[in-house]
Structures are given as structure tokens and as C-alpha cells.
């Protein structure tokens, strides 16, 4: 959720605990780390990466957003990447049914990143909702590298208030002072979300042939369909790689299975 750009120490620093992290079967054994530890490592990330609110300020207010608008996208959404979606699709025109769309499947993500704090983390019932607006990319990716429950929560917990009140300061301050700065779009504001997501994105390309396909045949969909559907939809439209890379793998899996067997059977002979 940063307008930071890959190779910034803070974008490296995420790119590491994220590349850790969310990868099933990959968390490090880490030994026991102190408290002052992991309150260091995660005020860098929600400091850092709270700046960035005010790119996402005046990208808003390029889109024609109201400065109270902008600001109830951050304190109520609070999902970086899925609201520079929103306000970018607004802004090339997107009707509004469509770019809350492609907002709110970038937003899915949130949920399995809950399933797996939620084992990870076993907050009491009545912190629950609160945790749950602190569930995004930079939260999973601190709080799952921690090497237990107690360093975990509280990675989670500083990361998470940092980054929340950092944010929402400098989201009103770009709102607020986008006038200031004349025509924004010579900034190229509007590839601030893109490029965080990327940076984000960037260490799971590198894991997996899988994922790496799923990008491509997402990013090809979605390059095809400009030219032809409305702003904002192409990049529903790239949600098909996913179905179809499955597919792939499954139809593959089963051509490969019987010689698979076979070899097992040889073997036990």
C-alpha cells in the first residue's frame, strides 16, 4: 500500500519478511527475538510505508475525490492497493460498479491472510473486529515471520497501529495539500499503486512457475481487453488466469500420472 518503489530499503525490507512468510512451509527458525527486536523491525514498516498515504491523498484527488471521501477510503478501507485500484479506475473513467469490483477482489487477499493470523495469532474474542482492520500485506508479512505467538502479536499489533495512524495523517495531508503541488499528473501519481502492488508481488514471481503464469496470462488478458471493454474491466478480466492456470495444472497432473504409477510399480517389483 506504498508509493514506494522497488529496491527503496522499505520495499526490500517488506519484500523479505513478505517472501518469508507468505509461502506456505517457508517461515524461518528464527531464534527467540526480543520485544525491542520486533518493535524495531515493525515501526520501520509502518512508518515507511505510511508516508506513501500521501501519494494516495492526491492520486484521490486527481480522481476528483472529495478530501473527507479520500480520507473514509482510509480509515474505513484501509487496503493501500485495493484503494489506488478504486481511485485509478475512478479516474480513467471507470463506471463505479466496476472499479469497486476490481477493489474488492484485490481485496480478497485480506481474508486468507486472516485465516492463517487467526491460527497464527489466537486473539481474544473481543479484539477480534479490531484486528481484522489491521489484516492486510505488511501485517501478515511481519507478524507471520515471528518465530511465536507472543512476538507475533506484537509485530502485528505495532505494525498495524503505526501504519494505520501514519496513513491516515498523510492521506489528509496530500488531500489537503494537492493544490499545492499544480497538475499532479505529471508527478505520475497514477502508477503509485501499480507499483506498490508489484514490489509486493514481486518476491512470489520469483518462488513459483505457477504464480509467474498466472501473472503473465493475467497481464496478457488484461492487454488485449483494453482496446475493447470499458476502464476498469480488463482488469476483471485478468481474474480468468487464475481459473484457467488450475485447469493447466490439473489436466497436466493427470496426463502425468499414469507414468507416475508405473515407475512405483517398477520400483516395487
Not at 478501507?77 to 478504486?86: D, K
Not at 515471528?146 to 495512524?165: E, H, I, K, N
Not at 506498490?196 to 520469483?206: D, G, H, K, N, S
Request: aromatic letters at 6%; proline letters at 6%.
Amino acid at each position: 500500500m506504498t508509493a514506494l518503489q522497488p529496491g527503496h530499503p522499505a520495499v526490500e525490507h517488506v519484500e523479505e519478511t513478505h517472501r518469508a512468510t507468505i509461502a506456505p512451509g517457508t517461515l524461518p527458525s528464527l531464534p527467540g527475538r526480543s520485544d525491542r527486536a520486533v518493535v524495531r523491525d515493525a515501526l520501520a514498516v509502518g512508518l515507511a510505508v505510511g508516508v506513501s498515504g500521501i501519494a494516495f491523498g492526491v492520486t484521490g484527488t486527481a480522481a476528483h475525490l472529495t478530501v473527507w471521501q479520500i480520507c473514509a477510503l482510509s480509515l474505513f478501507v484501509f487496503t493501500g492497493a485495493s484503494q489506488f485500484a478504486l481511485v485509478g479506475s475512478l479516474a480513467a473513467g471507470a463506471a463505479p460498479f466496476a472499479a469497486i469490483a476490481g477493489a474488492l477482489f484485490l481485496g480478497v487477499r485480506n481474508g486468507f491472510y486472516g485465516m492463517r493470523l487467526g491460527e497464527r495469532l489466537q486473539l481474544p474474542r473481543w479484539a477480534r473486529p479490531f484486528a481484522a482492520q489491521a489484516v492486510i500485506d505488511e501485517t501478515a508479512a511481519v507478524a507471520l515471520v515471528q518465530p511465536d505467538r507472543r512476538s507475533a502479536r506484537l509485530g502485528f499489533t505495532v505494525t498495524g497501529v503505526s501504519l494505520y495512524l501514519v496513513w491516515n495523517a498523510t492521506t489528509f495531508a496530500g488531500a489537503v495539500g494537492a493544490d499545492a503541488l499544480g497538475d499532479t499528473s505529471r508527478y505520475g501519481l497514477d502508477v503509485a499503486g501499480p507499483a506498490v502492488f508489484l514490489a509486493l508481488l514481486a518476491p512470489r514471481l520469483r518462488e513459483g512457475g505457477e504464480e509467474r503464469a498466472v501473472a503473465l496470462l493475467g497481464a496478457l488478458l488484461a492487454l488485449v481487453a483494453v482496446p475493447f471493454l470499458p476502464a476498469g474491466l480488463p482488469v476483471l478480466l485478468a481474474l480468468a488466469a487464475v481459473p484457467a492456470v488450475a485447469l493447466a495444472r490439473s489436466a497436466r497432473t493427470r496426463a502425468t500420472a499414469p507414468a507416475k504409477n508405473s515407475q512405483a510399480e517398477e520400483q516395487t517389483r
